[in-house]
């Protein structure tokens, strides 16, 4: 089970901090990763980090956008920073995938095997 919290309203260039707490899996294995879906628009990938705590993002969010771990493997963060109007969206933690996945393939999200159920953000 993935939670996340930390979505909410804000005025463009201002920052969130989202975090999405996991459990009921083995944390350890694979990747972690933001996903967001915007209305009308795809799900798009984010931010992923691996086990050895090798982060990637996407290049609409790189020098903006910050993934992490908690001190407990079992907590996720995401935060953003000079938010955007078109950062608008559902954002969803995603865990466990493949031991082997790693790096930009935690982009993958056809590898996750575990899904939030997303929080709002909305840029205005």
């Known amino acids: 089970q993935l939670v996340e919290s930390g979505g909410g309203s804000v005025q463009a260039g201002g920052s969130l901090n989202l975090s999405c707490v996991a459990s009921?899996?083995?944390?350890?294995?694979?990747?972690m990763g933001w996903f967001r879906q915007g209305p009308g628009q795809e799900p798009e990938a984010v931010a992923g980090?691996?086990?050895?705590?090798?982060?990637t993002f996407a290049d609409s969010v790189k020098g903006r956008f910050t993934i992490s771990k908690g001190n407990a493997e079992n907590i996720l963060y995401l935060e953003m920073n000079n938010l955007k109007p078109e950062d608008s969206a559902v954002y969803s933690c995603?865990?466990?995938?493949?031991?082997?996945?790693?790096?930009?393939?935690?982009?993958?999200?056809?590898?996750?095997?575990?899904w939030g159920q997303g929080t709002q953000v909305t840029v205005s």
């Open positions: 995603a865990a466990d995938t493949p031991p082997w996945i790693s790096g930009d393939s935690c982009l993958w999200s056809y590898e996750y095997r575990h």
């Open positions: 009921g899996y083995t944390h350890s294995r694979g990747c």
């Open positions: 980090i691996d086990s050895g705590g090798t982060t």
